[in-house]
């Protein structure tokens, strides 16, 4: 079977867990536990939009509902910060849920699909920039509370860890689906939906599931980033900006694999800090710089860089074979 | 036994009558061909039966139960699973992996599903195309992974819409022992054909569908000597036409 093992996805955590220890650098942590956390709203996408072809514009929905909740509860309410999170991400699958409820249930595709679900975080941006209990234009303040039993650390090593975690358990989650039964009939609808139902496949409820998982991937990142930073508005929530970084990071990397957002989101980090530092005072440059570059990936790895590699790997046992072949003969 | 009965089956698009009136049963164990010029409504026909397509009026009885207007995927389960004329492959994927979403339909583990695939590859005859991409394949290869994919469901009955279309007359000689041996292993069969070789040779009972309407049905032999199918294909007079000309060199 194609993908990686479980090993696999073991040994990078384990990689990627040591950084902590390598350097006390908090401009590198910073930077890496903002990669995973795209990293880890991407694998929400992927779910959806990599395997099972339904590419949503509005992930943010799942975000900011798993930001809002986690931050209402506990600034509002008194919940612990962790019941906070996990009702977040419950939350969000359950938006997940609805949505999709509504939108394939109408029978809604492609562009049509995609408009929808950005219409959908656009009204929830809109509501969210009113509503008292969000806060309103004002936004939500986590009050400073640096217990681990509030979910809020002294140093940035644990947040990297715990979303290094979160991290690990979506690429589990992923190489689990990819192996299933499941994760076959959401490929296959991505691949020929009346062929899927022709053999049995309730298409419908194949997506609305992978709708809600890939909504509750997306609404832990959402959660995290409350924690993490300790602040959440509208547009932060629910904003483009990160219904963009939520597909972005995949379509680099590679939708469709366990690796491509992860990949994709270290990728475009990467590359729009380097950008900031060529670009110099310039201002705007960086984002000309960034966008031209990111044409150049689509343009030359239209299947992300784990796409590339793969080409570039068969590609060599070819002419491995090739030049093999010639020795013998 | 009857496996499969339609009732006074109609199907309107806007002021086209696609199916006109159609009832037919299809007894269960044996090959029964569907065959029509162009455009009388065959595929029609088996999109209502596979639950595609909603009839206008009419009921669909699979087993003695009524199936009328059960979407797709429960037809399938009950075990009624068709191919598609222009052919569905899921083109990103392998040979392999393509019939093995039709094996999940019985099986719930990946492993499973990807043994009982390959044993169905080998007896259509794409056992060494396993690794193949779908969409690397020929016309032919196509056809045979149609036919694959909805054999490895399991059916009941298997509805196949040209499958031998667009096959040169080698491909098809080696496709008919192919579908005489899924009859062969208890599986009672529809089929759309053009391919009157393989009608003949294949079909037990053969129904006529021209212009929405069954206009003749029986064996294949009495089908094709009816006058009334004759003029549906080669057009009005023919068939006198046909028998004068046939008369004049006896």
Known sequence: ?329 | MVELRVERVFKRFGGLLAVNNVSLAVEAGRITALIGPNGAGKTTLFSIISGFLPPSEGRVFHRGADITGMPPHLVARRGIVRTFQIVQPFAGLTVHENIAIGAHLSRRSRADALDAAAEVASTVGLGDLLGRPAASLTVAGRKRLEVARALAAEPELLLLDEVLAGLNPAEVATMVPIIRGIADSGVTILMIEHVMQAVMRLAEHVFVLAEGRIIAEGAPRVVVDDPRVVEAYLGHGAAARLSAAGGAHV
């Open chain 1, 1 to 329: 079977m194609r993908g990686p093992s479980i090993a696999h996805i073991v040994l990078v955590i384990a990689v990627l867990a040591t950084v902590p220890l390598l350097t006390p650098s908090n401009v590198v942590l910073n930077f890496l536990t903002v990669a995973l956390l795209i990293a880890l709203v991407g694998q929400g996408w992927n779910v959806l939009g990599g395997y099972g072809g339904q590419y949503s514009f509005g992930h943010a929905a799942f975000f900011g509902t798993g930001a809002y909740v986690t931050a209402i509860l506990q600034m509002r309410y008194g919940v612990n910060a962790w019941i906070a999170f996990a009702l977040g991400i419950a939350a969000g699958a359950l938006v997940g849920a609805a949505i999709g409820a509504l939108t394939f249930r109408s029978g809604l595709k492609g562009s049509y699909f995609a408009l929808v679900t950005l219409a959908f975080a656009e009204v929830l941006r809109i509501l969210a920039s009113v509503a008292p209990i969000t806060g309103a234009g004002v936004g939500i303040l986590i009050t400073l509370d640096l217990r681990p039993q509030a979910f809020q650390f002294q140093s940035r090593a644990p947040f990297y860890w715990i979303v290094l975690a979160l991290l690990a358990v979506s690429l589990i989650i992923v190489r689990l689906i990819e192996r299933s039964r499941f994760g076959a009939w959401l490929v296959a609808v991505r691949e020929n939906e009346d062929a899927a139902k022709a053999v049995g496949v309730d298409t419908a409820r194949v997506k609305l599931a992978a709708m809600t998982i890939s909504a509750a991937i997306t609404a832990a990142g959402g959660g995290f980033y409350v924690q993490y930073f300790l602040f959440i508005d509208s547009g932060i929530a629910y904003g483009p900006w990160i219904s963009i970084e939520a597909l972005l990071a995949p379509i680099v990397g590679g939708i469709g694999t366990v690796f491509g957002p992860l990949i994709g989101a270290l990728v475009v980090k990467t590359l729009g800090e380097l950008t900031k530092l060529i670009a110099g005072d310039a201002p705007g440059l960086d984002l000309v710089i960034y966008g031209g570059v990111l044409i150049l990936i689509v343009a030359f790895a239209p299947h992300g860089i784990a796409g590339l590699l793969t080409d570039l790997r068969a590609r060599f046992a070819r002419l491995r074979s090739s030049v093999l072949g010639r020795a013998h003969g």
